[in-house]
């Protein structure tokens, strides 16, 4: 009874959404299991509204031929609505829907621009974080950044 609900519960779960690669010439590595992408200029690899640019492009398939996993670099750009990310390197992990970026990340959300070390995108959750990071943060109209907290009389 417990393998016929786990079976249901499996079945049920939604699949991930497709991604999409556009390059100049891609070059098939069967003994390695990877693929290259080269563009000229770019090479363009979207999921959903996340489009992810570099110049290559080299993603690990899994045995359904489907990327797992696509390290980019040379020119990295990761756009998403009014968000840019760029880098140096990027790593895109189709399992937890996650890009990784190294390499003097950095994140611009409208006029606010932040910089770090590393800088994770979880696109599932449409949420950066990003490690040591500085910068300058300016609201959207409407949008107020919260206060310093302060004390409660007889706290």
Do not use: H, W
């Amino acid at each position: 009874m417990i393998g016929a609900c786990l079976a249901l519960v499996l079945a049920a779960a939604p699949p991930s959404p497709p991604v999409t690669v556009v390059a100049e010439e891609v070059q098939y590595l069967y003994k390695e299991g990877k693929v290259v992408f080269t563009g000229k200029p770019l090479v363009t690899l979207t999921r959903e509204d996340a489009t992810l640019t570099c110049r290559r492009l080299v993603a690990e398939n899994d045995a359904a031929g489907k990327i797992r996993r696509a390290v980019c670099t040379g020119d990295v750009k990761l756009t998403r609505g009014p968000r840019t990310v760029t880098c140096e390197t990027a790593i895109y992990e189709e399992k937890t829907a996650r890009v990784t970026c190294t390499g003097n990340p950095i994140l611009q959300d409208g006029e606010s621009v932040m910089k770090g070390d590393v800088l994770a995108y979880d696109l599932a959750e449409d949420r950066a974080t990003l490690t040591s990071a500085k910068g300058t943060i300016v609201p959207q109209p409407g949008q107020e950044l919260p206060g310093p907290r302060r004390k409660e009389p007889g706290k």
